[in-house]
């Protein structure tokens, strides 16, 4: 049993405590945005000239793993295939997942345009292939308030989920906000998508449910109505762009007071002048022992320890600059 199982055990029993949030780190973006996804290579004073290689980025999806603190890492079936053979998840508490689908919303590959016509559903990843390797990988869907894309996403999801139980395969499932002006208030959106998760859910049956899910943080109202309209649903956030650390940190602890009981941070962590130090921060702030203020002290408090410059300057980096979080 993984940590991630213990965890989801005991959440699933009524006995959840701080401990138990789960933390996964989403390094799956060579699926969307591709090489750009592997980040900056900075040097110690904060400049930088390119982009990770494929061989650099591996190197820090190994370095967290080996850190064992996140519950999960999301990567893609073709790096999960490198790293598995070199043996980096033999023996750890860390699960391995992929992203097992790829819709066009996350193709935002430089120069590119597809991203901002309504979402239509693919898929890359063979789950009979990737099942060798882990049985867990994230399903996404993004719903748009139009009849014939929404569709298609569901047969999609319906033909994913099949699927999924011939290989023994399980899943989480992501629900985006709409990608594109789809009529609906801003205002409602939240709750838009509340609804369009519950109602895509409705008709599947226990085994074919998700593990949990992956949502957007639209503020604490729409999620507290998430999370208790159905405690068997666990609830989780995503990470979104980067933002300050202490967008990073406060995202962290309002989702997890609002319900979420796990956090799946991509940029978060991957643009982070230390990844492994906010890592380990988030750990501290997810279970009390910090506060997000106190945690962006900390961080810049190891940056300056190392030598690290960082991006912003402890005052900038303390701001909160995601609208949702100000809902709090």
């Known amino acids: 049993m993984t940590r991630l199982d213990a965890k989801l055990a005991r959440i699933r029993a009524g006995k959840y405590r701080p401990s138990d949030f789960i933390i996964a780190d989403a390094k799956d ?9 592997a980040g900056p290579k ?9 982009h990770r290689t494929r061989a650099e980025f591996l190197d820090q999806v190994r370095a967290i793993v080996a850190q064992d603190i996140v519950d999960i890492m999301l990567v893609s079936a073709s790096n999960l295939e ?3 053979a070199q043996g980096t998840f033999a023996g750890s508490a860390v699960k391995p997942a992929i992203r097992a689908n790829d819709t066009t ?19 890359t990843a063979d789950l009979a292939q990737a099942a060798r390797l882990t049985d867990l990988g994230l399903y996404s869907m993004t719903f748009c308030n139009d009849i014939e894309t929404d569709l298609a996403a569901l047969d999609a999801f319906a033909a994913f989920r099949a699927d999924a139980r011939a290989a023994g395969f399980t899943y989480f499932l992501e629900v985006f906000n709409p990608n ?8 409602q959106i939240p709750f838009y998508v509340n609804d369009c998760i519950h109602r895509c859910l409705a008709g599947v049956m226990q085994a074919d449910r998700p593990q949990f899910l992956k949502i957007p943080y639209n503020g604490p109202k729409a999620l507290e109505e998430l999370a208790s309209y159905d405690p068997s649903l666990i609830v989780g956030v995503l990470g979104g762009s980067a933002g300050t650390t202490r967008d990073t940190f406060e995202l962290l602890h309002q989702a997890e007071r609002y319900g979420a009981r796990v956090a799946l941070f991509g940029r978060k962590i991957n643009l982070a002048e230390d990844p492994l130090a906010i890592v380990s921060l988030m750990r501290e ?17 190891t940056l300056q320890a190392q030598g690290i410059a960082p991006t912003r300057p402890l005052a900038d980096d303390l701001l909160i600059t995601e609208a949702p979080l100000r809902q709090h």
């Open 29 to 37: 973006g060579d699926m969307g945005p591709s090489i750009t996804a």
């Open 42 to 50: 900075r040097e110690r004073d904060g400049s930088w000239t390119r």
């Open 82 to 84: 490198v790293l598995a």
């Open 105 to 123: 919303d996350i193709w935002r590959m430089r120069g590119a345009t597809y991203h901002l016509a309504a979402s239509r559903p693919f898929r």
């Open 180 to 187: 594109i002006a789809c009529g609906i208030d801003p205002e």
């Open 285 to 301: 702030v997810a279970s009390g022992a910090v506060s997000p203020e106190e945690a962006v002290k900390a961080y810049h408090g």
